[in-house]
């Protein structure tokens, strides 16, 4: 039998396995708990999110139902902070270094020549993914967080894409969505976290000099998301990059 736990969560294949009535009289019991309007629609919404096991949807204002592997219920979201967003001079982001995001969150920036023997097809997939060519970066830089309206094309990807349909499409919680990092000049996205390079700014057969980024999670123990870029020996400063 569904179990109603501490902060209105579900155990999730408990839920799933009650009668379909039984199952869609205790949603409702969730939504009424919280004055939310009450559908079929909303009803059936709710259903779905808990089969998938992940995803989620406003009910009341403030309030949604999210589903994860384990249980699925109401989810407050915390207070938000204030919107991250710092400017890089351009100067600053090529000389690279580590710059605090979110939390304990950390970017390391570093650059880099090409290197005769590493063509950019013979980068490790992972790490292709956070590298930009220099030269394709424009002014206005600025390290932040998703605002609205963003949107990227992704080196190797269709089109160009709203990234709340991309975290929504990959099951990025809403409570995680506020502290993945984006890159941005004055044209629009330039990288977002765990997505990638907008294709503008991708490396090609001609780029001389790439920019790397790592996410770092623990400044303490160094920790990363991302895999480093190759050897520091190789790296350079602005001047390599056409600052």
Same mark, same amino acid.
């Given at each position: ?18 009668? @379909? ?15 939310? #309007?009450?559908?079929?629609?909303? %009803? ?5 999110? $808990? ?29 938000? &902070? ?7 001079? /351009? ?13 304990? @969150? ?10 005769? #023997?590493?063509?950019? &097809? @013979? ?19 600025? %390290? /932040? ?5 963003? =949107?990227?094309?992704? $080196? ?8 709340? @349909? ?10 995680? =969505? $506020?502290?993945?990092?984006?890159? #941005? ?14 294709? /503008? ?23 990363? =998301? ?6 520091? $020996? ?10």
């Amino acid at each position: 039998q569904a179990r109603l736990g501490s902060g209105d969560r579900l155990d999730r294949q408990g839920l799933l396995a009650l009668p @379909k009535p039984v199952g869609d009289c205790i949603l409702q019991r969730l939504l009424e708990g919280v004055g939310a #309007a009450q559908s079929a629609r909303m %009803l059936s919404l709710m259903r779905r999110i $808990a089969e998938e096991g992940r995803g989620g949807v406003e009910v009341a204002r403030e309030v949604f139902f999210v589903a994860r592997a384990d249980w699925c219920g109401l989810y407050r979201p915390a207070e938000p &902070e204030p919107p991250f967003s710092q400017e890089l001079p /351009r100067e600053v982001l090529l000389a690279g270094g580590i710059f605090p995001v979110v939390g304990d @969150k950390r970017l390391k920036i570093s650059t880099f020549h090409r290197l005769d #023997a590493k063509k950019p &097809e @013979k980068f490790n997939k992972q790490l292709l993914k956070n590298l930009l060519d220099c030269a394709k970066i424009g002014n206005n830089v600025t %390290l /932040r967080v998703k605002s609205n309206g963003d =949107r990227i094309a992704l $080196a190797g990807g269709p089109g160009t894409r709203p990234l709340k @349909k991309l975290y929504n499409e990959a099951g990025v919680p809403l409570e995680e =969505r $506020a502290r993945l990092a984006v890159l #941005a000049d004055g044209e629009g996205l330039l990288w977002a976290e765990g997505f990638g390079v907008d294709r /503008r700014a991708a490396p090609g057969p001609d780029t001389q000099v790439y920019l790397n980024i790592e996410v770092l999670e623990d400044e303490k123990d160094g920790s990363s =998301r991302h895999q480093a870029g190759p050897d520091p $020996a190789g790296r350079t400063g602005p001047e390599g990059c056409g600052a």
